[in-house]
């Protein structure tokens, strides 16, 4: 079969369809003026005319002359021609036809011809029971949705209608699908959580639910008053040759969006496990651009940014600690997660106070209709998720909890070491969801997380986040809303070490973050989103205790202090679509910061190094008193330009500012590390980002390929100078240094988003150079000389593979390459008074040998009977299928004389494990 | 904690494999740098400044700077010429010049090829002196051999410093007593004759600088006293501890500067690079290129206040010394005839089945490094 392909009017068709369809309909006539021509030519005409499209198969008798001897619908007339070469005629609301071999397409019903009498209405449709799910795999005739009662619509005209965009199969909400109702000329997009709300008069009224990759549901509502529904559309498993309609938003090539990424569950669960655990945030590291610091590391690197640019946000709630066991498990609950949208490039100007990326994850929020119950034993932890409706249709609460259980191994081996170890981690989420009344709808979340790990006798750790967020969401009417949310959170660190006895030290630490957040959108037309509102987040940052641990220690006690700053954000964000063509994102945020008191300050001799030897003078200041108040303007712009129906061109440009960071000069990101504020003496850090980017659509949208490059530059980097001991410091600046961070990198995606086979391949090129050069000895870093940052790994590469065998069996597959991270390397020996002693390069001149690793796992359901109490499902991977020994770290040591170089692997043969999900219900539930 | 120790220990709790092997980094450039080596004391000298190129890795062979003109400067004060004794060792007068508490010195230099290189004056420091050293019976595991050695854990405590805050570093000399595993009862010089002494070169003593340095501060301390601050560890598995040890320990109290840079190189060297480590950076010692403040100079010269302390240790009570003995080459004896003369002296021993040879360091304990005589200070 071939395919015309006219690019003219395309982006058009699909921005405006909606109001565009109904408007033209009676307009699309088969003109007598055309006979004459080849039915190819015919067709031509009729798209240039009316911009529509019609596809048809490559017959002999396209080339043959058509005759049209009277003015008649071009529905009706390519209607006849269908019929007389055998082919079967669909049309969609848009006016698009399709002509096909043997049965038309399914789910495209010829509306302008077959009208209304196709879409029956129910007779008994006044149940008050609806159903909750529409299956419109194989349906012609729509099935009608009630919503709401008589009773409760008397003497109203209009009500708000509300619910969510599911798949299926996976149950996994649909963001960005198109919700119309053609009789009324109204339409809505699904948010990124699948949820909708529409205001819709009083009766019944057609749908239809596209989205791209799943067949498009249609079916009938009939309102009798405000309520809330669920919608289910199949993942379209038959690819149809001749057409892939898309009229998603999210679509690469459609919106202004950069660096942008959104995980939904679904890919968490198609990724192989490590240990047995589902990961969200591995998927992240799989992405171009993300890279994890490495096996037992917590932490990540967007684009050249060092791990502490990087905010996370758990239903509003900042985790700091996005690990449990020093990185070897993510401190998320992945089947407590409704999803994750992560900014990488031009972040929402509603976020601010990091440089480099924004991880925006969303709780799971339980049905409203039923109780849901899954969980799931791992090697290493149990899980268990509780969704239950509170008051039926109006409000649910969702609990997750996971925590480890294979603790009583440790005390059954003999063996010291063992027995006096131990190892919890464990997190429990829980959110609560009221759908107060038509207008508003308020949301109670609370995070914790707990790690619990000591070592032999010696070393203790203890790491807890705890954190609750209100929020309230109003809606003015279908475009406008407003939310209001309220978050305070906890991380807190508690450390004991007595290695070494007379040094024994307990440590420990905590950082409060209270936000208060209220931001606004409307939406002025389709075309048009505006974003505003402020937030306001006090850190108060209790940097702790150093105190001796146990009798025999002799350290004194330090009190580090409290600090606190108050850092308030006002930002407008607008989403223009200006023609089909172009689409324009521009955003400010003003970004106030105000280190507080009480606290005591010390000057130093202008042009001087900030060490003890320059101070002049202590300043003290009250409770709340403003130190020094740093004010800076963020900036965000999106350009986007349409080439054709397949291809978008989009630059993006960003300026961020950050007024926290982790004190850390340690090569990977230690548990012990801790957050500092910028103040008095330490300057917010600065983030310019600029990006442009291709994107396009191959094969009917099959494929979404991408290249992006980006350069980005910070000012103020916080870098340490040479073996500052941050383990205890009571004055930071004495060994902060600041410097500049320039990074620049080449994105390129190739991702195949239908069909049985799905995944992606990325390969990125970066570079990240850090360069601290104050002018005088004791204000470089490195001699001032350039240097690579840690996180600098140039080849990057991920491959990402799914296949479904079927409904019950799938297999995925992923691949990791990177370049090794930098080392700085002992290159030379001296002696100093007959002792032998190193001598390294310059920072990071030489690298750690390769990163590879591939991993594989099988998803096996049980079966699919529909009547059933609970499935169960098993899943068993093998992590670093390969056994290569990844050097995980080089070390040296000395050995009857001669320095050693020694590798560090972990997970250096291949690791099974198999892991066992079960819920209540079917597959289906 | 160090990062390896800690991932390796948490891989093992988790029952997952991790593993340490041997690792040969490619490393194509080789830094050439100056090496400054000196330290006046309070103690009598002569006071010894030692000028080297640093050497790469692989390479353990010592390149002198010879023909420099070397000087201790005192502030305020003298200048005092050092006179190279042996290549690139550098020595003071010991009749001439003494360092002496509370005065400030530097040294001044010139290499034969006209750099010249300075260090910023430094105060002489006065030295509290040591109170114990003592030895624990403790037992390490060594990732590398993958298996626990006993031995001796030593810990130093000084005495209370008189100001408030003290920077220490302290050196170590070992010397043991030891003894080869077979008398000479025979040797081949061409002919073969009998041993006159057969027991003459069984017992020997040999001395050796600790490789590790111990710093400590009392900053962070309540009193300004450093007490049970461990040395070094002695591993129970060679023959250090098979008859008599000596320990002399030098407790160097010195700069803030100083004990920063000595901290920074000791940490460097212990275990360098552990990931939840210190980033490892070239380490500048206080000397410096007069008219090129870039260049990169290593070493240190060191002024400080200094104590000592000696000790003694018989052969271990609380675990038993263990190491390998030498074994008889019986057939070996037979080709003895045929080694060319750079070989001899061969030595033979009686073994329980006739004559036999054996390896470097069996018979002639000398071979192993030490000599046939105590030091003079040496108490049996």
């Not at chain 1, 009729?46 to 017959?59: G, K, M, Q």
Request: hydrophobic fraction near 40%.
């Amino acid at each position: 079969m071939r395919l015309f392909l006219r690019p003219d009017g395309w982006l058009f068709l699909l921005l405006l369809w909606p109001a565009w369809s109904l408007a033209q309909e009676p307009a699309r006539m088969a003109e007598p003026a055309w006979s004459g021509r080849t039915w190819q030519q015919l067709v031509a005409t009729a798209e240039a005319t009316y911009s529509i499209r019609i596809f048809y198969p490559d017959l002999p008798a396209s080339q043959e002359a058509v005759i049209i001897s009277e003015r008649v619908p071009l529905a009706a007339f390519v209607q006849e021609w269908a019929s007389s070469h055998g082919l079967s005629m669909a049309e969609d609301a848009q006016g698009w036809i399709y002509l096909t071999e043997g049965e038309p397409i399914s789910s495209q019903i010829p509306l302008s011809i077959y009208a209304q009498e196709e879409i029956s209405i129910r007779p008994d449709s006044q149940e008050t029971e609806r159903e909750p799910f529409i299956d419109s795999k194989g349906e012609f005739i729509p099935k009608v949705v009630t919503v709401g009662t008589a009773r409760e619509g008397l003497g109203k005209r209009s009500f708000l209608l509300t619910g969510v965009v599911r798949d299926a199969g996976s149950r996994d909400p649909v963001p960005r699908a198109s919700l119309t109702f053609p009789d009324l000329d109204r339409g809505v997009f699904t948010e990124d959580n699948g949820t909708f709300r529409i205001t819709l008069p009083k009766g019944t009224h057609r749908l239809v639910v596209r989205d791209f990759g799943h067949d498009e549901l249609r079916l009938s509502v009939e309102v009798l008053s405000g309520g809330d529904i669920e919608l289910r559309i199949n993942e379209r498993e038959i690819e149809l040759e001749e057409v892939t309609i898309s009229s998603q938003r999210d679509n690469p090539i459609q919106n202004t969006a950069m660096g942008f990424e959104r995980i939904n569950p679904r890919a968490v669960r198609e990724v192989p496990l490590v240990l047995g655990e589902r990961d969200i945030l591995k998927v992240a590291t799989l992405l171009p651009g993300v890279q994890s610091v490495g096996e037992g590391s917590a932490g990540f690197n967007v684009r050249g940014a060092p791990a502490d640019q990087n905010l996370f946000y758990l239903e509003h709630i900042p985790v700091y600690n996005t690990s449990h066991l020093f990185g070897f498990f993510s401190a998320f609950h992945s089947d407590a997660l409704g999803g994750m949208s992560l900014y990488k490039s031009n972040i929402p100007a509603e976020y601010g106070g990091r440089l480099a990326a924004i991880f925006d994850i969303e709780a799971r929020e339980a049905s409203k209709d039923k109780l849901q119950i899954e969980g799931g034993i791992s090697p290493v932890t149990g899980r268990l998720l509780i969704g239950t409706p509170i008051r039926k249709g109006k409000s649910s609460a969702m609990v997750g909890l996971r925590s480890t259980y294979s603790n009583w191994l440790l005390g059954v081996i003999p063996n010291q070491q063992f027995n006096q170890s131990k190892i919890y981690f464990g997190d429990a989420s829980t959110l609560l969801s009221f759908a107060l009344n038509d207008k508003n709808q308020l949301k109670l979340f609370g995070y914790f997380s707990l790690d619990d790990t000591r070592f032999g006798r010696n070393t203790y750790f203890r790491n807890q986040n705890l954190g609750a967020s209100a929020s309230w969401l109003h809606f003015f009417d279908d475009r406008n809303d407003m939310e209001i949310t309220l978050v305070h959170s906890r991380l807190g660190l508690e450390v004991e070490n007595d290695e070494i006895e007379s040094e024994a030290y307990a440590r420990r630490n905590a950082l409060f973050h209270s936000e208060l957040k209220a931001a606004a959108t409307l939406r002025p037309s389709e075309m048009h989103r505006i974003r505003l509102g402020i937030n306001s987040i006090l850190y108060q940052n209790d940097r702790g205790e150093f105190l001796p641990f146990g009798q025999r220690s002799l350290i004194v006690p330090v009190e580090l202090g409290k600090e606190q700053g108050l850092e308030t954000g006002i930002f407008a964000e607008d989403e223009l679509r200006i023609t089909e063509r172009i689409g324009v994102q521009a955003g400010i945020r003003y970004n106030v910061y105000s280190f507080l008191g009480p606290d005591e300050v010390y000057t130093y001799e202008p042009g001087k190094a900030r060490l003890e030897e320059n101070l002049v003078d202590t300043l003290r200041y009250g409770a709340f008193q403003p130190i020094r108040t740093s004010q800076g303007l963020d900036l965000r712009l999106s350009i986007r330009y349409a080439l054709g129906l397949a291809w978008a061109v989009k630059a993006s440009a960003a300026r961020l500012h950050q007024y926290t960071f982790l004190l850390s000069n340690t090569i990977a990101l230690a548990p012990t590390d801790t957050w500092k504020l910028s103040d008095a003496n330490i300057d917010p850090m600065r983030g310019d980002q600029v990006s442009v980017g291709l994107f396009g659509n191959l094969a009917q949208g099959r494929y979404q390929v991408s290249a992006e490059a980006y350069y980005k530059d910070i000012e103020n980097l916080v870098e340490y100078r040479d073996g500052a001991n941050l383990l205890v410091n009571e004055v930071p600046e004495w060994d902060v240094l600041q410097g500049r961070l320039q990074a620049a990198g080449l994105e390129l995606v190739v991702k195949k988003t239908t069909g049985r086979l799905q995944g992606w391949v990325n390969y990125t090129y970066s570079r990240a150079i850090a360069r601290v050069d104050g002018g005088q000895p004791d204000l470089q870093v490195n001699f001032g000389l350039p240097y690579p940052a840690n996180y600098d790994r140039p080849h990057a590469a991920n491959l990402v593979l799914n296949y479904r065998f079927n409904r019950r069996v799938s297999l995925s597959a992923n691949g990791v390459y990177a370049t090794g991270k930098p080392i700085t390397y002992p290159t030379s020996i001296f002696f100093l008074n007959q002792v032998r002693l190193v001598s390294f390069t310059t920072r990071n001149e030489y690298r750690v040998p390769d990163y590879l690793r591939f991993d594989v796992s099988v998803n096996i359901e049980g079966n699919l009977k529909a009547k059933k109490l609970a499935h169960g499902s098993w899943a068993f991977s093998i992590y670093n299928l390969t056994g290569r020994d990844n050097v995980y770290n080089v070390f040296f040591s000395s050995v009857s004389g001669r320095l050693q170089g020694y590798k560090v692997s972990i997970f250096a043969v291949p690791i099974f494990s198999a892991t066992y999900n079960f819920k209540l219900g079917n597959y289906e539930s | 904690m160090k990062a390896n120790s800690l991932l390796l220990r948490l891989a093992w709790l988790l029952l997952l494999p991790a593993c340490t092997t041997p690792f040969v980094p490619v490393l194509d450039d080789f830094h050439n740098l100056v090496v400054v080596d000196g330290m006046v004391t309070d103690r009598p000298g002569p006071y010894v400044v030692k000028l080297a190129r640093s050497a790469s890795l692989d390479i353990t062979t010592y390149e002198p700077y010879s023909g420099a003109e070397v000087f201790i400067e005192e502030e305020g004060g003298g200048r005092y010429l050092l006179t190279e004794v042996t290549a690139g060792a550098y020595h003071t007068d010991s009749a001439d010049f003494r360092g002496q508490i509370g005065k400030s010195y530097r040294v001044d230099l010139l290499l034969s090829d006209g750099r010249h290189y300075q260090s910023p004056f430094e105060v002489l420091r006065a030295n509290p002196g040591i109170d114990t050293v003592k030895t624990v019976a403790e037992e390490r595991y060594y990732e590398e051999l993958g298996m626990t050695i006993p031995g001796y854990q030593f810990y130093v405590t000084s005495n209370t410093s008189a100001g408030q805050e003290a920077y220490f570093l302290w050196m170590m000399e070992g010397t043991y007593k030891y003894t080869s595993d077979y008398p000479i009862d025979f040797v081949w010089t061409g002919f073969l004759r009998a041993f006159p002494e057969p027991y003459s070169l069984f017992t020997c003593w040999r001395s050796y600088k600790v490789e590790e340095v111990a710093t400590a501060n009392t900053q962070a301390l309540t009193e300004a006293r450093v007490v049970d601050k461990p040395l070094f560890f002695l591993r129970g598995d060679n023959k250090f501890l098979s008859y008599r040890y000596h320990l002399r320990t030098r407790q160097l109290a010195v700069s803030k500067s100083t004990y920063e840079f000595w901290e920074g190189v000791r940490q460097q060297s212990a275990i360098s690079t552990s990931l939840y480590n210190v980033q490892p950076y070239l380490i500048r010692g206080n000397v410096r290129n007069v008219d090129d403040e870039l260049e990169a100079v290593l070493g240190y010269f060191t002024v400080a206040g200094e104590a000592q302390h000696e000790l003694y240790l018989g052969i271990p009570t609380e675990f038993e010394v263990s190491y390998n003995t030498c074994g008889l080459d019986y057939d070996g004896y037979r080709w003895i005839f045929g080694e060319p003369a750079s070989e001899w002296p061969i030595y033979i021993t009686l073994g329980p089945e006739g004559r036999a040879i054996a390896g470097d360091g069996c018979m002639d304990c000398r071979e192993i490094g030490g000599a046939t005589r105590p030091p003079v200070w040496w108490v049996e």
